[in-house]
């Protein structure tokens, strides 16, 4: 059961009777945690803040209570956290993996009958079938399960799975958010006196709530829905947010350009986009939009931020984190060419990851001196048929669709080769999506329509019925 406060009051107002994304969840009914116990280090100043933002006027139903539930030796541990290098090069591999394998194979119940490798090319790569499946068998016997939180993913790479986490690999995000816009001589100020991230969606259900962290020392956090529904009044969204004022906002594409809609007055010091694939066209708009940089970060829920854009490539951060390129068979690729990305890191102490399949693919390159993502794209490749029989891969196709600046599409072909479109609404003129496509495609019938893809799935790019040569 999530993290809860008591129920509103009869008749308070909000959306109550919706239903929500947890089945038999029942928003603000129980008690899970005090106050207290969400937020271990919490000061008077942070307090003070935190019920400005819960009593708002403007603040729309929180449906929702979430604390960073962080301890002094973990926040300790996360202010220390490096900003150097990886520790690993393309012929050396980290100093710390293989005593990371000894220890998973030591404790966890899922490798502890197995042999012992001596390589990490000898460990089975773990699957999200693996974490769906039998999530407790991944869990170290040494953990500290009195810290636990339990996470469902979406499923937008495949079926949902469970992830247990502590709250100092949720708090992870934090410094590694500062590592990416001190590249650009950003700061984050923190303090009780201000909000400092906004964390936004646009769907017909989410949750909204209002927190701090203490790792920017008692400012404001809050997630909050854009969605008309969402709120008492559409016009408390941009009272509510100007007034927040925060330094960052981050969230999907789709959720980005829906607040660029509200007409807000204040500027954040920089946006955060991730969850969905962000062309550098449609950064470079939702930057002018939102009056601030747009970052592209990419990270999956197992393990947290991974990397972020740095011009044509993404940047893998500074995490004790390995990053190994598979294919189909688990095998490493040979350097320079395309497979799934494989992720071995031991930060979650709860769940330590051995090759993780992330379901998404790339190359991995070097940029500066660090490793680096190139052709980054979720799931496998999809194969479409043009027009003459020819075989084109969707990579092709994101090519000639990212300079129209869409934040969001859904491209499907069906067996008689017909394709259609959904491309977020606004977006640029359908005849110009129509005329990319064909320029791969050739003269196959194309429809294109304005479609809402704010829904609560991250829309997925491509898919076709036609089998993949």
């Given at each position: 059961?999530?993290?809860?406060d008591?129920?509103?009051?009869?008749?308070?107002?909000?959306?109550?009777?919706?239903?929500y994304p947890?089945?038999?969840?029942?928003?603000?009914?129980?008690?899970?945690l005090?106050?207290?116990?969400?937020?271990?280090?919490?000061?008077e100043?942070g307090?003070?803040?935190?019920?400005?933002?819960?009593?708002?006027?403007?603040a729309?139903?929180?449906?929702?209570?979430?604390?960073?539930?962080l301890t002094a030796?973990?926040l300790?541990?996360?202010?220390a956290?490096?900003?150097g290098?990886?520790g690993?090069?393309?012929d050396t591999?980290?100093p710390?993996?293989?005593?990371?394998?000894?220890?998973?194979?030591?404790t966890?119940?899922?490798?502890?009958?197995?042999?012992?490798?001596?390589?990490l090319?000898d460990?089975?790569?773990?699957?999200?079938?693996?974490?769906?499946?039998?999530?407790?068998?991944?869990?170290?016997?040494?953990?500290?399960?009195?810290?636990?939180?339990?996470?469902?993913?979406?499923?937008?790479?495949?079926?949902a799975?469970?992830?247990?986490?502590?709250?100092?690999?949720?708090a992870l995000?934090?410094?590694?958010?500062?590592?990416?816009l001190?590249?650009?001589?950003?700061?984050?100020?923190?303090?009780?006196?201000?909000?400092?991230?906004?964390?936004?969606?646009h769907?017909?259900?989410?949750?909204?709530?209002?927190?701090?962290?203490?790792?920017?020392?008692?400012a404001?956090?809050?997630?909050?829905?854009?969605?008309?529904?969402?709120?008492?009044?559409?016009?408390?969204?941009?009272?509510?947010?100007?007034?927040?004022?925060?330094?960052?906002?981050?969230?999907?594409?789709?959720?980005l350009?829906?607040?660029?809609?509200?007409?807000?007055?204040?500027?954040?010091?920089?946006?955060?986009?991730g969850?969905?694939?962000?062309d550098r066209?449609?950064?470079?708009?939702?930057?002018?939009?939102?009056?601030?940089?747009?970052?592209?970060?990419y990270?999956?829920t197992?393990a947290g931020?991974?990397?972020?854009?740095?011009?044509?490539v993404h940047?893998?951060?500074?995490?004790?984190?390995?990053i190994?390129i598979?294919?189909?068979?688990?095998a490493p690729?040979?350097?320079?060419?395309?497979?799934?990305?494989?992720v071995?890191?031991?930060?979650?102490?709860?769940?330590?990851?051995?090759?993780?399949?992330?379901?998404?693919?790339?190359?991995?390159?070097?940029?500066d001196?660090?490793?680096?993502?190139?052709?980054?794209?979720g799931?496998d490749?999809?194969?479409?048929?043009?027009?003459?029989g020819?075989?084109?891969?969707?990579?092709?196709?994101t090519?000639?669709?990212?300079?129209?600046?869409?934040?969001?599409?859904?491209?499907h072909q069906?067996?008689?080769?017909?394709?259609e479109?959904a491309v977020h609404a606004?977006g640029p003129?359908t005849?110009?999506?129509?005329?990319?496509?064909?320029?791969?495609?050739?003269?196959?019938?194309?429809?294109v329509t304005e479609?809402?893809?704010?829904?609560?799935?991250?829309?997925?790019?491509?898919t076709?019925?036609?089998?993949?040569?």
């Amino acid at each position: 059961m999530p993290d809860t406060d008591p129920a509103p009051p009869d008749g308070a107002a909000g959306p109550a009777a919706r239903p929500y994304p947890v089945p038999d969840y029942v928003p603000m009914e129980a008690v899970a945690l005090t106050d207290a116990e969400r937020w271990p280090l919490l000061t008077e100043a942070g307090a003070a803040n935190l019920a400005r933002l819960r009593t708002h006027p403007h603040a729309p139903p929180f449906n929702h209570a979430c604390g960073d539930r962080l301890t002094a030796p973990a926040l300790a541990r996360l202010r220390a956290h490096p900003p150097g290098h990886h520790g690993w090069n393309p012929d050396t591999e980290p100093p710390w993996l293989m005593d990371l394998v000894d220890r998973v194979y030591a404790t966890v119940p899922a490798y502890r009958r197995r042999p012992r490798p001596t390589r990490l090319t000898d460990v089975p790569p773990l699957t999200r079938h693996d974490l769906l499946t039998a999530a407790e068998l991944h869990v170290p016997d040494d953990a500290d399960l009195s810290e636990m939180i339990v996470y469902r993913t979406s499923g937008s790479r495949g079926p949902a799975a469970t992830v247990p986490m502590t709250p100092e690999f949720c708090a992870l995000d934090l410094p590694m958010i500062e590592h990416v816009l001190a590249t650009a001589g950003i700061t984050v100020a923190g303090g009780p006196d201000r909000v400092s991230l906004v964390n936004v969606y646009h769907q017909p259900v989410a949750y909204q709530f209002a927190s701090v962290s203490s790792y920017w020392n008692g400012a404001g956090v809050v997630k909050v829905n854009t969605h008309p529904t969402a709120w008492r009044t559409p016009a408390d969204r941009r009272a509510f947010l100007d007034d927040l004022a925060p330094e960052l906002y981050t969230g999907n594409p789709v959720s980005l350009a829906a607040l660029a809609e509200i007409g807000l007055t204040t500027r954040p010091r920089a946006v955060l986009s991730g969850a969905m694939a962000l062309d550098r066209s449609a950064a470079t708009t939702l930057a002018h939009r939102l009056g601030a940089p747009v970052f592209d970060l990419y990270g999956i829920t197992e393990a947290g931020l991974i990397a972020h854009r740095t011009g044509a490539v993404h940047t893998v951060l500074p995490r004790q984190m390995y990053i190994e390129i598979l294919d189909p068979t688990g095998a490493p690729c040979p350097p320079g060419t395309t497979g799934e990305i494989a992720v071995t890191c031991g930060e979650n102490a709860l769940l330590p990851l051995l090759r993780y399949r992330t379901g998404d693919h790339a190359t991995l390159t070097w940029h500066d001196g660090h490793p680096a993502l190139t052709a980054l794209h979720g799931r496998d490749p999809v194969m479409f048929r043009s027009a003459t029989g020819a075989v084109i891969n969707s990579i092709e196709l994101t090519h000639v669709l990212s300079p129209l600046a869409i934040l969001a599409y859904h491209l499907h072909q069906h067996t008689d080769s017909a394709v259609e479109i959904a491309v977020h609404a606004p977006g640029p003129p359908t005849t110009a999506v129509a005329d990319a496509v064909r320029s791969l495609l050739g003269d196959v019938p194309i429809t294109v329509t304005e479609s809402d893809l704010s829904g609560e799935s991250k829309p997925q790019r491509y898919t076709a019925d036609a089998p993949t040569p």
